[in-house]
């Protein structure tokens, strides 16, 4: 699957809503037992969830949109199929949680593209099961300073501290991803499912029984004026950035 939502990926509330109905789709098709995310967009996985949709909405858009990022973490989280994130550009936020909530991340080694969950950098806060996802991967002490600090690693960084599985080069990023995928797939599907739900259930269980009270908990801290305030002040510094 390739993201395509040029300038940079952002999760958008219709980006988000294509991306689950895809990963649906794959999902009942029998024939097809995994799946490789990347970008068609150069230099960029996906620069997190779109910062306009957190931004000046009403309560209703909030909700809405907050709904559709636990949806996509949700179906991608539990999938059935192998799953496998061919990194090739610069992943913040959002853009690594799609990452982390693959089982297996591979980065091209360019030591421009940067990933991580930079929400403090923002003033924002990554929620419970971003945290419970970066923990699952790269463990409790590397996750607390990594957020706390709200850190972007580059890609060799982001390798040593475990949070991408390997690095090769960009141009042979297609033809490692493949070849990973053969691997997990030569598997038994269900002997590999079991292990994945055994794994990832806890956390998973964890949303799912507050789901309701996270999207009240996500509404209430994105309507202060002074998260607002922030945000506007962050998308300003990215348009500045470039003049
Ligand atoms: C205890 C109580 C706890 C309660 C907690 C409850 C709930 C939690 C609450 C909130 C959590 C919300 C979670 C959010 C997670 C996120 O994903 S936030 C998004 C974070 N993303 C970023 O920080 C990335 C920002 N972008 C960049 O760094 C760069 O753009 C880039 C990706 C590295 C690409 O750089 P490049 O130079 O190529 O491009 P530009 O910077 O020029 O960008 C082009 C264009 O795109 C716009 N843009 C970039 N990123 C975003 C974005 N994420 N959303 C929207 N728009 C974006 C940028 O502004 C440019 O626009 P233009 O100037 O109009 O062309």
Redesign the pocket.
Known sequence: MKFKSP??N??SLDFLTEFCISLEKLENDRACRGVILTSAVP??FS??????E?CGKSTEHYAEFWRAVQEMWLRLYSSNMVTVAAVNG?S???GCLIALTCDYRIMAENPKFSIGL??AQ?G????FWFKDTFVNVVGHRVAERSLQLGSLHSAPEAHRIGLVDELVPEEKLKDRATAVMQQWLALPDHARQLTKTMMRKAVLDRLVAHREEDVQ??IS??SKESIQKSLRMY?EM??K??S
């Open positions: 300038p940079v952002s999760l230099k960029i620069s997190g969830l779109d910062i306009t957190m610069s913040p936020a959002g930079n929400e923002l924002i806060v990554a929620p908990n996500f801290f994105i998308m990215l348009k950035k470039k």
